[in-house]
């Protein structure tokens, strides 16, 4: 099983970028995938969640109205598409796959069975 994710950089303040999470090794549509970012010296948070069929979304409130996240079970991908970042968006983004579980509305490690490596991005002026 490989998750890897990709797409990360350096981009300024207002910028974007479009992360993708491209999966193999396992039968995609079987799990939701979730992007994990952590900072330097941070805990790991949940950004952004996807169901299986994809009609399911789920984002800490750090990033609504900013990121969005889509599937295409046919190329076993999901994207992650960020807007309008922030300094504070930066972080190494990670990808896994399994269940989607939130407590208070926060995206739970503990349901993932699947990591990805992942990939830096950096917001800076």
């Known amino acids: 099983v490989q998750l890897q994710a990709s797409g990360g950089g350096l981009v300024q303040p207002g910028g974007f970028l479009r992360l993708s999470c491209a999966a193999s090794?396992?039968?995609?549509?079987?799990?939701?995938i979730v992007w994990f970012r952590q900072a330097t010296g941070e805990e790991r948070e949940g950004v952004s969640g996807?169901?299986?069929?994809?009609?399911?979304?789920r984002y800490a409130d750090s990033v609504k109205g900013r990121f969005t996240i889509s599937r295409d079970n046919a190329r076993n991908t999901v994207y992650l598409q960020m807007n309008s970042l922030k300094p504070e968006d930066t972080g190494v983004y990670y990808c896994?796959?399994?269940?989607?579980?939130?407590?208070?509305?926060?995206?739970?490690?503990?349901?993932?069975?699947?990591w990805g490596k992942g990939t830096q991005v950096t917001v800076s002026s």
């Open positions: 896994a796959a399994g269940m989607m579980i939130t407590d208070q509305g926060r995206l739970q490690e503990h349901g993932m069975k699947y």
């Open positions: 090794g396992y039968t995609f549509a079987d799990y939701p």
């Open positions: 996807i169901s299986r069929s994809g009609n399911i979304t």
